[in-house]
């Protein structure tokens, strides 16, 4: 078995791999690897398993920023459903932190932040 790459979840430390695995980083304490014996602190954990840095690739790419081409409400909707909330005025030119690519819902593409989602209207933002 080759390298496995990671993708983080919402969950800090806690990451997705292409096996369908869910795999936790541990830091801290020396442990051996797994599959070729090094000693390493920072592990990656799958059941009773550890692997070290050499057998696991981490995509650096699912925390992304996008920056707005025109101004409108940026409204945060929490995770569980709930009324319209306030929204924080954008303007254009300002970028925002969001976790890997839109997904399509109807006129807007949904983001992922930290505190929920967000619609942003199609083709007002573009990749940082």
């Known amino acids: 078995m080759g390298t496995v790459r990671l993708t983080e979840t919402r969950v800090p430390g806690v ?17 051996p690897c797994c599959r070729c014996g090094r000693w390493a ?46 929204g924080t005025v954008v303007r254009r030119g300002d970028e925002r932190a969001v976790a890997g690519p839109p997904e399509r819902c109807g006129r807007f593409d949904k983001f992922v932040v930290p505190e929920g989602y967000v619609l942003v209207p199609r083709s007002r933002w573009a990749w940082v």
Do not use: N
């Not at 990451?15 to 442990?31: C, I, L, M, P, Q």
């Not at 920072?42 to 696991?56: D, G, I, K, Q």
């Open 15 to 31: 990451f997705r791999g292409e096996d369908h695995r869910v795999y936790k980083r541990v830091s801290g304490t020396e442990a």
């Open 41 to 86: 602190q920072t592990l990656f954990m799958w059941e009773s398993e550890s692997f070290c840095a050499r057998h696991v690739r981490v995509d650096r790419r699912t925390k992304t920023r996008i920056r707005m081409t025109t101004t409108f409400a940026w409204r945060v909707f929490p995770a569980e459903t709930g009324g319209a909330p306030a």
